[in-house]
């Protein structure tokens, strides 16, 4: 179900045609794409119809987080567009996370993928607390993506710190997908411990989301193959 | 006398989580990749980091090499080699200077003979740790963790140079007898406190160690 390329390039952009510009040049070497919010708000269901219909799997990364029914119905919608992987937030609890996983369902072999978003890499235990979730973080990671296991989803988006804990936890079937993978060529050297693409996939990640080392080099298409050349991965 | 408990096999952030914050001394992770409660050195560093000071991190190997060593060592900060397989005093000694670290032997017993046997080892360990023989007719036996207690009143009256930890098929109602009955200090828990073998239950864990403190 899953490219054997795990490399997915996050477009990161408000206009639609830059976006398709990148994915036409790195399609050669990449699994798929992702689209975020910035990307959604700005092109809508013809801006993603637009880059599915390029040929590449597309990761639909908006998500969504609101009652069970309403969760479905948008899960239901972003599946017609013909996305590969959708994401809902975990906190919605089960019946929501059930919901979204029903939803997918419906549509039999053409399914989406439908991963949930744990805790956000931007809090940190404090963050945590301060909301009222009891941290250390990685602990409410692990019960978030157990939760989730539970209720039929397919995997988690996750840190790179936190691939081995999951796998651990989840086993071998739950999917991974990973962001802030950066090669080591392009750390812009600011101290954020970083992570390969093939740290990443060793440890077990499935998805590896890369955005800026890709889309902010000179030639994307190169670094996009560089990286395909780093994981083994043929043209 | 104020008893301690490690939980070992610990394999999950919520189960580390659980046994540092009711007070577990000691916390113990598996490397024998046969046991369900195997982890990797991965996994393993992640929870490690949840781990304060003043809590023993515990990492148990059934007869290790010295690469298997090598490589989980360069990734957790482990305080103590609990080594549960076969393990001769001269290869007890040889881990404790090569890696630099505490080592712990375990001792099987049936027999008072098995207890006497671990004196033999007082000049190359740090500390012992005495865990129930598996029987020859048990299918599938680990090395511990098979949820077997032994007599525990084998223990009883013997003094050893170093300290020793009591473990086989202890869990929160049968440790206050196991402590009064063997004299230990510190107990050693592991199937006792889950549900299925490698699954920890948290509420198992949270028990065992109410009980620990109440003694």
Not at chain 2, 129 to 149: E, H, Q, R, T, V
Request: hydrophobic content about 45%; some cysteine.
């Amino acid at each position: 179900m899953l490219p054997e390329n795990p490399v997915f390039v996050a477009l990161d952009t408000p206009e639609l045609e830059q976006a398709v510009a990148w994915a036409d040049a790195v399609r050669p070497r990449v699994g798929g794409v992702k689209l975020g919010l910035e990307f959604f708000n700005s092109n809508g269901p013809d801006g993603v119809r637009r880059i599915v219909d390029l040929g590449l799997p597309v990761f639909l990364d908006l998500k969504f987080h609101d009652i069970p029914n309403t969760v479905a119905g948008a899960v239901n919608a972003v599946a017609g567009l013909g996305a590969a992987i959708v994401n809902v937030h975990a906190g919605g609890g089960s019946a929501m996370l059930s919901a979204a996983a029903t939803a997918a369902a419906e549509y039999g072999a053409n399914r989406p993928l439908v991963v949930a978003v744990t805790v956000l890499t931007s809090l940190d235990d404090d963050d945590l607390a301060s909301v009222g979730q009891a941290g250390p973080a990685v602990s409410q990671v692990e019960r978030l993506a157990r939760l989730s296991q539970s209720c039929g989803l397919d995997g988690v988006v996750c840190s790179p710190a936190e691939i081995a804990v999951l796998r651990t936890a989840c086993g071998d079937r739950f999917r991974l997908v990973v962001p802030g993978i950066r090669p080591a060529w392009a750390n812009a050297g600011d101290q954020k411990r970083i992570m390969t693409p093939r740290e990443a996939r060793d440890l077990g990640a499935d998805v590896l989301v890369i955005g800026r080392p890709i889309t902010g080099s000179d030639d994307p298409a190169a670094a996009a193959a560089r990286i395909a050349d780093e994981l083994d991965i043929s043209s | 006398m104020t008893v301690t408990a490690k939980i070992c096999g610990i394999n999950s952030a919520v189960a580390m989580q659980t046994a540092v914050a009711n007070g577990a001394g000691f916390v113990g992770q598996v490397f024998y990749p046969q046991s369900p409660r195997s982890i990797t050195p991965g996994t393993a560093a992640a929870l490690a980091a949840l781990v304060p000071d003043g809590v023993t991190k515990v990492g148990l190997f059934v007869d290790p090499d010295n690469a298997h060593l090598t490589r989980v060592l360069d990734e957790v900060p482990l305080d103590l080699l609990q080594l549960h397989g076969n393990e001769t005093v001269d290869r007890c000694a040889n881990i404790r200077t090569r890696f630099g670290r505490p080592v712990m032997k375990v001792i099987k017993v049936a027999t008072l003979d098995d207890v006497g046997a671990a004196s033999d080892y007082c000049d190359a360990v740090d500390w012992l740790m005495f865990d129930a023989k598996a029987p020859s007719s048990m299918i599938d036996a680990l090395p511990g963790g098979n949820a077997l207690p032994f007599d525990w009143t084998l223990l009883a009256g013997w003094s050893w140079p170093v300290p020793w930890m009591l473990a086989g098929g202890l869990d929160a109602d049968n440790v206050a007898t196991a402590v009064t009955k063997s004299g230990a200090l510190v107990v050693d828990v592991s199937s006792g406190v889950e549900s299925a073998p490698g699954k920890k239950d948290l509420t198992e864990i949270e028990r065992f160690l109410e009980a620990v403190a109440g003694l």
